[in-house]
């Protein structure tokens, strides 16, 4: 459908710390808002159109996932598609597509609940640690599922063919196991409710979403949600419009304060992104930010003041831009202390930066010290994941000289044809084919 290649690499040629781009940077629909929003179609008995959907690489794995469903994805124009669940019949989940998309297992919830039975590989997707799936087991398992595991995949079934609503209390607020189970209470017998869930906006939308579809789902943007289940969904002639990608926005926003005299960061939803925004103001970063808009402004060039990260679940510092703001921290004056509390394998590129010149110290796999400010260079990198990919592009940019980074096939996961954005912008980026 989309074409990407694995093998692709970006040319950078660095500004040598020169803040020269300028110009405005759209903000696309959120990557992890299309996902939990095209699988909750299971719950459909009709279809719906979605729009502000990303043209990014894994819409191919949704493809995937929805042809082994007999789901029909249908582009109807730039960033519009229509789900039709009309024909929907199996209960497995595309083996291909699960190994190179971890959130693929969202739609574990809505099939197991729309079918009473499920079969699925353990996921995979970004190296960025163990990424272990027990809280989707035991919540199944709570809901009345029964779990075999054998030949690499688990075999999950109910007995009357119907989920029943439970009691589930998430030991760790996972994004991906809380939009699993909304969308398994919403066709479960009876209600359910989950305690400590994540509150990401992409869950609230996802909610907003199936309630004006006829879900009854209590407690949006708290961590307790209350879900009385019912029959299938109906969308009629109900349209999902995909709010703007946070992450996305906090990625352009470092590099806005990083590469750019004045930059322009439209279609984005500032609200989102308190913590990110009051960081960079707090570091000296001249922002000015609308309704749906942030600009960065250079003008008067000056230092950035370090400052301390410690990720956490929303509405704390997101982990996804943990690594691009790291690199935003080798350019900032004085110490700063970076704690990565979600993922264990998300500081695993502090080698590259090290390479590259910067002075990292990394005392385990989840804390590093930076001390700044450092010129650093241009060189090879290969992007591990979605963000660090990006953050890579970032250091590339701010570096003296060229880097080649190969890989690019995660950044294209989720960020659409960054090149040409970039490029717009004034950067030198260029995409070789292999
Ligand atoms: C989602 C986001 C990803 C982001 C992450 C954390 C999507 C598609 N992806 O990923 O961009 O980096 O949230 O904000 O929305 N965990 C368990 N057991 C489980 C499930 C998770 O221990 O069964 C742990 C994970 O290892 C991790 C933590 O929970 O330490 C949070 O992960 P989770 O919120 O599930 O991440 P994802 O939903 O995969």
Redesign the pocket.
Known sequence: MISFNMKDKFIIEGLGNKRTLSGKIRVNGA??AV??VMASSVLFKDGFRIKNVPFIEDLNRLDEIFKGLKIEMNKESEGEYFIDTKKIESKEIDEEASKRM??SI?FSGPVLARFGELVFPHPG?CV??????????EGFEKMGATIDHHDEKYFLKTENGKLKGANIFF?????????TFIMAGVLAEGKTILKNV?M?P?IGSLIEWLNTCGAKIKGIGTPTLEIEGGGLLEAKDKVYETIPDR?ETGSFLILGALCASDLEITHCNPNHLEIVIEALKDSGVDLEVGKDYIKVNNKNLKNYKAFNIKTH??PGF???LQSPMTVFLTQAQGESFIFET???GRLNYISDLVKMGANIKMWDSHRVTVKGPTQIKGRELEGPD??TGFAFVIAALVAEKESTISNVYYIDRGYEKIEKRLSNIGAEIKRKKE
Do not use: C, M, Q
């Open positions: 990557k992890n996902l939990p971890r959130a969202i997707g960025i640690g163990a990424r272990p799936i027990d809280l989707f087991l030991k760790i607020p996972s994004v991906t196991a809380t939009e994540a990401e992409e992450l679940e929303y997101p982990t996804d979600i993922f264990e979605i963000r």
